[in-house]
């Protein structure tokens, strides 16, 4: 009974990490990308010039098939270079259409392939970096290849990595369950497979050759050995390794820091309501007719000053959250931008935060990441609160009432909504961050 469960566990979590597998081939796509633009872009004299190169990549190509190639020809040999990086763009296409589109074919030795793509992908890249191609970059153009580079690099590191190493997990802890009846039926003891190991090992590889399974020997070792637990104990030793080793992983801090940045994501709805509201808003104040736009020219003309809406754009003032108290003038249309680009930064993230939540991965670049994540979102959450209810006050002004009365009231029922969710955003996590920094 204990197997039976297990193996509905194992399935349960391997379905979970399936989830992650259309950010995997997005994560694929990136690094082709890098590796299309440093070649057009960065590296054009270290290839050959075929302007047409881009048709020889296959992008239904499903075998992985790494060439046996002396990389330190890089430095010398531009036909070398150019068949190199397409090969390598294939393979990453292979490993994109063949695994990750359906990973439940994904086996044991098919990630020893991946990663050994990986690693010569990163090969690849130190030797083309340490060649004379790099350095007669400009300097401006080195900083965007470090960056390309490194942006690959931790691509594979941080979120590639961790989602093949959990599929190995999961995969050798099914073989284990899978296999343990029958290793226990054939070998019955540790003590007896001592006696004669090369007889047992022969007749489990049979054994698997029955079962359709590939027969790898070091594991066939660990269900040996299990064969002096009971069902029980292997039932929980193995749940442990899913249920508890991302907390052993993380420290507390890190969790709590979590569950900060989860409250800022949650607000991602908000943020978008309160984007259409002002886009919106904007639509309707400036739609003025051609005699008003006149009576506002010659308003300007005769008065020596501007009115407030000037050059079809609406500006407003506010206050800044710290410091001396003063009023800054902020414009709608860069107000917009702004939070165009926070609602970016957040559906971006809160993919990384679900692609951690599948892995069950934690590691220290994530956590970095977390804290500038908090860092930014404070910071942009904040101007945006700030600026909005300044917009909202200006609205509100007497010479303004004409204006206000083309929003219907519902819609400002909506912005009042909106902003008190933002506002008790900052301020519960502000406190949460106080707490953490106290030690309590």
Not at 129 to 140: M, V
């Amino acid at each position: 009974m204990a197997l039976e469960d297990l193996r509905q566990f194992l399935q349960q979590e391997k379905q979970r990490l399936f989830q992650a597998k259309d950010y995997i081939v997005t994560y694929y796509q990136q690094i082709i990308g890098s590796l299309i633009s440093l070649r057009d872009n960065l590296f054009r004299f270290a290839y050959n010039q075929r302007q047409n190169w881009r048709d020889e990549i296959d992008l239904r190509a499903t075998l992985i098939n790494l060439p046996n190639l002396k990389l330190s020809s890089i430095i010398v040999d531009p036909e070398f270079n150019a068949n190199a990086l397409l090969n390598l763009i294939n393979n990453l296409y292979a490993v994109q259409n063949a695994y990750c589109l359906n990973p439940s074919i994904i086996e044991k030795y098919d990630i020893k392939l991946i990663r050994k793509l990986h690693n010569f992908l990163m090969d690849y890249l130190n030797e083309l970096y340490s060649s004379n191609n790099y350095q007669n970059l400009s300097k401006q153009q080195k900083e965007l290849a470090l960056s390309l580079k490194q942006a690959i690099a931790e691509r594979l590191k941080n979120t590639l990595a961790p989602f093949f190493d959990r599929l190995e997990m999961i995969l050798e802890d099914e073989y284990r369950v899978q296999l343990y009846p029958h290793i226990k039926m054939i070998v019955g003891t540790v003590l007896n497979y001592k006696k004669d190991s090369s007889l047992f090992d022969e007749m489990i590889a049979k054994k698997c050759a029955e079962l359709g399974l590939r027969n790898y020997p070091e594991l066939n070792l660990t269900i040996i050995a299990d064969l002096e637990k009971s069902e029980s104990t292997i039932e929980n030793e193995i749940k442990a390794k899913y249920e508890l080793g991302e907390i052993k992983r993380s420290p507390g801090k890190a969790y709590r820091l979590k569950e900060i940045a989860l409250r800022y994501i949650s607000q991602y709805e908000n943020i978008q309501r309160l984007l259409f509201f002002l886009k919106e808003t904007e639509k309707t104040l400036l739609r003025i007719s051609l005699f008003q736009r006149l009576a506002i020219f010659l308003s300007n003309l005769l008065k020596g000053r501007h009115s407030e809406l000037r050059r079809h754009t609406i500006y407003f003032s506010y206050l800044p959250p710290r410091g001396k108290i003063i009023r800054i003038q902020a414009n709608l249309a860069e107000l917009i931008k702004e939070i165009n680009l926070y609602c970016d930064y957040l559906s971006k993230f809160r993919e990384e935060m679900e692609f951690s939540s599948y892995t069950k991965s934690f590691s220290l670049h994530f956590s970095n990441e977390l804290q500038r994540f908090i860092d930014t979102s404070w910071q942009s959450l904040n101007s945006i609160y700030e600026k909005c209810c300044g917009f909202r006050e200006w609205l509100g002004r007497e010479n303004n009432r004409k204006l206000l009365k083309r929003i219907p009231e519902k819609r400002q029922e909506e912005l009042n909504e909106i902003l008190l969710h933002l506002n008790r955003t900052v301020i519960v996590n502000n406190y949460s961050l106080r707490e953490i920094e106290n030690g309590t």
